[in-house]
């Protein structure tokens, strides 16, 4: 081992502690959740006797914590950024991380991995009886074996073979493991085990640390791969690819040929290959290396130049993740990058040209693009490139309906638009339009009011904002009204002239504007407004209208003076003052004829408007008044924006511009929620990032459960919602890359202390958030390694937010931030670019974080766990129907009771399955079926490489055959594999017959729609009863459609998963039968009737209903 210890050993790695919090936590509001994240260890009294530590000394992890000293004590996270429901967050204490590299020395190669495990390391070993033992393990020196101390037992037992190793497993994914009673105490990311013997036994080990568990993984696998060659293969891979660029690179800067290059030189050429590095940082690593070597000259030798490259641009994260797809090689050929794109980052069709082009565009080295290699330079530059952007580049364009009505979009809206500062002193300016307008906003605000020479001006009435001339502004609005988008613009005119200036303004719209204002007027028997579609290129006005009747050149209409309304907020006479009668304005005809669409009418209460507003007019709510309507009548707020435009607009206490949280008027379903868009913060962020998911264009389809006539949705709902499958969010902060310090804490050094929080915004069901431990003074290239899960209950509506905030800050805590609509994450490993306060691209600042999104959890214990594998059928929670007390349709109601059932059965018992052959396949319920057969596939071969069992590709359901003898184990898999297929088959034959049946009850059911007022009448039905009524209608129908789209959604579930497990045999070699091109669609020949939500009508309104996408 003398070379390797030239080579450098590492002293026993202290990594940051990690761990994922129990679903227990998980279960508890964002408030109550006592984050257990920052403690990888397990509490004392788990501990077992004859542990090197007793009860009276500290474990590793309370030394850690003891050694933080002042810091150590009980804290409130400081967050300046989050505003929630003002509650203040629960006290936590703060955590270290302890860097195993004191002097930035980076674990970058398998002989760094290999010198760490001879030294040794501390880990945990698991037990299923729950006990914990703390033993020290370490390889020996020849590498032929694993050891551990202290021991009962003789020295030549407590150890492991390493040829006798068949598998080491990531994570808690063994019986050990999800048996033991500490299973919801031990982080996800630094258990791991080592499967060895015939009986393929498990010894499962929890380190203080995932960059430890991460090292004996790599360490080991290497070993299993080359045995007794490791040493070689080491010191053959040290001529790699990266030394072969590098030399290139440098003899290109050598233009003298002297071998040397001036450290200017060197700091500007690793500077050019790794932008986010300080130039002052490289200087600083080539001085402390040549002070190292006592070298008198500051000229860099081609070995210098690549060592400090080596020790500044060698990510370990990522170099762990690419050893593990590179089969233990130095570099990724093609199969082994088509499994990573494939498996882990979800790219469908890969094919080997994929994997070329990959290679071709991102690798560094000639020689790699000349071989079809990508090594880990190429690697990084793959994951750190757009294609690995979390967001999904399908929603950078228009992806959603365009069809629907206008009132079925949340429509991007900004408030005060002119102004650029406060509402109350703040200079008023056009660029205030333009930025609105360049950010796709859709629905703009425009004050006006009477000016000198008979010009109107913009401004906010009875404050002290600046002027703007209006012409000016229809000028800025012509300019850029459709720059960022072709759908419609909505200016909201809240007009305070007198006639004479409102000519002028007519003078302007119609010169200006011409023919992009829609004038005509809505047809009397339209029920709903035109779509974005229709209206493309359009300008529609907002304002008040006069009687169809008025034949006068002018009449009169009632003020809308939000500016009023705040001056009266601010005149300390204001609470002695008497409602007054509604003022009123004269009004221009011609100007009310160019309102057509977007009539201004007061709101009264929700019967009145059921039963008189017409689609084309709109209310608008103040902030307040609305909050009350979202409380005391969630339903009937979601059923009013079904058919009109609701638009609310901040409290006139906002005088400082501050932002109301749009998140609780887009769960009613309010479509127009104008912000102040010069007010950056949390609040702007969540507008931002919403309006992102299609093209920016700002129009965002509802969610279909806001859309439908008939269904039910209360906007305070804090359960899951009727018809939909919650969806659970599995996110890995695994590092971040040049943070830079707050912008606002100028005193402070560069040095910063990250900790990242990610927010989950939605549904009161869906709010929550969890945070990572400090990594202290460092901001380069902090590694979190946590593991975080929550539960998404209407997806369409959740929103994630990614913060990084400084722990140890002077007057600005906040780094940067990223906000991202659910249904826009990417899976896989995905690069996250950070933001500044005010929404600017932060340069070369960057989270690592892995994205898995599941519909089921799996392991642990059954009672412990929601949305748990293990429900049998007793436990099992069937969807009921209500009784409405109308006979008939009670009657029609019970025969959907049993199809009800079978489809909860058909998916459930497919789930379990699933989940069951994931658990056996030593992997979580994040894992896909691809990633399944991957893993499966090296305990399928046997000693001379020849399957033991291989997949018969020719039959619709791929079956295993036997090929030779197996081992027990793999007869649980294969046994398990049978029942995941049977189940699979099971559904698909039988789903049709069941989804038919569900879909005739709800056409059965919808007959009584339109009588239903009549038939509860007639049954004695009234006051609250009868309102019960109609709501239990309203939810058996919601009831029918969610549980039928499930069954669809199952059904395509199913046949994606026959397709991953044909091409994954494919892949590994181990098919019977088929082709690369064969695919599981022929389960599908059959003719049969497409699973489609029947309309809620049989004629009449099929325009209205939501098309598949």
């Known amino acids: 081992m003398a070379e390797l210890e030239e080579d450098g050993r590492l002293p026993p790695a202290h990594f940051g502690h990690t761990a994922v919090p129990s679903d227990e936590a998980a279960g508890k509001t964002h408030c109550e959740v006592s984050v257990l994240n920052g403690d990888c260890g397990i509490s004392e009294n788990m501990m077992c006797p004859g542990s090197p530590l007793t009860p009276g000394s500290q474990t590793g992890v309370e030394a850690a914590n003891t050694s933080v000293g002042p810091d150590a004590k009980s804290d409130i996270p400081r967050r300046s950024s989050i505003i929630k429901d003002g509650r203040q967050r629960k006290e936590r204490k703060k955590t270290v991380s302890f860097s195993s590299m004191p002097t930035e020395k980076k674990i970058s190669r398998v002989s760094d991995c290999i010198n760490a495990m001879v030294d040794g390391s501390e880990l945990k070993k698991v037990r299923s009886n729950s006990r914990v033992y703390h033993r020290y393990f370490l390889l020996d020196a020849d590498m032929q074996s694993l050891r551990w101390e202290p021991t009962k037992k003789e020295s030549e037992k407590a150890k492991i073979d390493v040829k006798s190793i068949k598998e080491v497993r990531t994570g808690k994914n063994t019986d050990t493991f999800r048996t033991n009673g500490t299973y919801d105490q031990i982080s996800e990311d630094c258990a791991f085990s080592i499967i060895f013997g015939e009986n393929y036994e498990s010894l499962d080990l929890v380190a203080n640390t995932a960059d430890v568990a991460n090292i004996w993984v790599t360490g080991l696998r290497y070993l299993i791969s080359y045995g007794k060659h490791t040493l070689n293969m080491i010191e053959s891979s040290q001529n790699n690819l990266r030394s072969s660029w590098l030399s290139d690179l440098f003899d290109e800067d050598d233009v003298n040929h002297n071998k040397q290059i001036a450290i200017y030189a060197a700091v500007q050429l690793i500077k050019k290959l790794n932008p986010g590095l300080k130039n002052v940082k490289i200087e600083l690593k080539f001085k402390e290396l040549h002070k190292a070597q006592d070298k008198s000259g500051s000229d860099v030798t081609k070995e210098e130049f690549a060592e400090v490259f080596h020790d500044l641009c060698t990510r370990p994260e990522i170099y762990f993740l690419f050893v593990q797809f590179s089969s233990n090689k130095e570099f990724l050929d093609t199969k082994d990058l088509m499994i990573f794109l494939e498996a882990e980052q979800g790219m469908a069709q890969v094919s080997e040209d994929t994997s070329l082009n990959v290679i071709h565009k991102y690798e560094p080295s000639k020689e790699g693009r000349l071989k079809g290699w990508l090594s880990l330079d190429g690697f990084s530059n793959y994951l750190m490139s757009a294609e690995c952007h979390i967001f999904d580049p399908e929603h950078k364009s228009v992806c959603q309906d365009m069809n629907q009505p206008l009132s079925h979009y949340y429509i991007n809206a900004s408030h005060n638009t002119y102004l650029i500062e406060d509402q109350f002193r703040g200079p008023s300016d056009v660029t205030g339009y333009i930025r609105a307008l360049k950010m796709g906003c859709r629905c703009v605000e425009l004050d006006v009011w009477d000016g000198s020479d008979n010009e109107p001006v913009i401004y906010t009435g009875h404050t002290m904002t600046s002027q703007i001339v209006f012409r000016s502004v229809i000028d800025v609005i012509n300019k850029y009204a459709f720059v960022a988008s072709e759908f419609p613009l909505i200016l909201c005119l809240e007009n305070h002239c007198s006639v004479k200036q409102q000519k002028v303004m007519f003078q302007h719209l119609k010169k200006i504007l011409g023919d992009r204002i829609h004038v005509d007027s809505p047809k009397l028997e339209d029920c709903y407004l035109p779509s974005p579609s229709e209206l493309k290129g359009k300008i529609l006005l907002k304002g008040k209208k006069l009687d169809t009747n008025c034949t006068a050149s002018e009449g009169e209409v009632t003020d809308e003076d939000e500016g009023a309304e705040m001056s009266q907020r601010m005149s300390i006479e204001s609470t002695e003052q008497q409602t007054n009668a509604p003022k009123k304005i004269p009004l221009l005809k011609d100007l009310s004829d ?129 018809g939909v499958s919650p969806q659970l969010l599995h996110i890995k902060i695994i590092s971040g890359q040049n943070f830079p310090k707050p912008k606002g804490s100028g005193a402070k050094g560069d040095v910063v202390d990250p900790y990242v929080y990610v927010e989950i915004h939605g549904i009161p069901a869906d709010c929550a958030e969890q945070r990572t431990k400090t990594v202290h003074q460092n901001g380069d290239n902090p590694l979190f390694d946590e593991s975080f899960e929550f539960q998404i209950n209407l997806p369409e509506l959740a929103m994630v937010r990614f913060v990084v905030l400084d722990d140890d800050y002077i007057g600005d805590e906040f780094i940067g931030q990223y906000t991202i609509p659910f249904e826009c994450l990417q899976p896989g490993f995905r690069h996250v670019p950070l933001q500044s306060l005010t929404g600017e691209l932060l340069p070369h600042t960057l989270l690592f974080v892995h994205v898995a999104i599941t519909n089921r959890r799996g392991g642990g214990k059954p009672h412990k766990r929601g949305l748990s594998v293990r429900k049998g059928k007793k436990s099992r929670e069937y969807a009921n129907m209500r009784v409405l007390q109308i006979k008939a349709a ?182 019977k039968g088929g082709t690369a091109g064969g695919s599981s669609g022929s389960t599908d020949s059959k003719s049969r009737r497409s699973l489609e939500a029947i309309p809620e009508k049989a004629t009449g309104e099929e325009e209205l209903t939501d098309e598949e996408n």
């Open 594 to 722: 160019l309102v057509t669409l977007c009539k201004s009418v007061e709101f009264k209460d929700f019967p009145t408007s059921f039963q008189k507003q017409k689609p084309w007019e709109l209310c608008s709510f103040n902030e307040v008044f609305a909050t009350r309507c979202a409380c005391d009548f969630p339903g009937d707020f979601v059923n009013y924006n079904k058919k009109f435009l609701a638009r609310v607009y901040p409290s006139p206490m906002r005088i400082d511009s501050s932002n109301m949280n749009p998140q609780d008027f887009w769960k009613c379903g309010c479509q127009i929620v104008a912000m102040n868009y010069q007010t950056p913060g949390l609040m702007m962020d969540l507008n931002i990032g919403w309006f992102r998911q299609n093209g920016n264009s700002g129009y965002v389809l509802r969610p279909a459960i806001m859309r439908e006539q008939v269904s039910y949705f209360s906007a305070n709902t804090k359960d899951s919602v009727p």
């Open 890 to 1071: 009670d009657e029609v109601f019970k025969t959907a009771l049993l199809p009800l059932r079978e489809a909860t059965d058909l998916r459930e018992n497919m789930q379990n399955a699933i989940v069951s052959f994931k658990e056996l396949c030593g992997l979580s319920a994040v894992a896909n079926l691809k990633q399944c057969i991957l893993a499966l596939s090296p305990r399928l071969t046997g000693p001379d490489n020849i399957p033991l069992l291989v997949f018969n590709l020719s039959d619709p359901y791929p079956n295993l055959e036997l090929q030779g003898l197996l081992p027990e184990v793999l007869k649980k898999v294969v046994i398990s594999y049978d029942m995941m297929i049977q189940t699979s088959k099971t559904l698909l034959e039988s789903s049709d017959g069941v989804y038919e049946r569900i879909l005739q009850t709800q056409k059965a059911a919808m007959e009584f729609h339109e009588n239903l007022h009549d038939l509860a009448v007639k049954e004695g039905l009234k006051g609250r009863k009868l309102h019960k009524a109609v709501e239990s209608f309203t939810w058996n129908i919601t009831i029918l459609k969610g549980q039928a789209d499930l069954l669809k959604h199952a059904r395509s579930e199913v046949q994606e998963n026959l397709k991953q497990i044909h091409y994954s045999a494919l892949t590994c070699n181990l098919s």
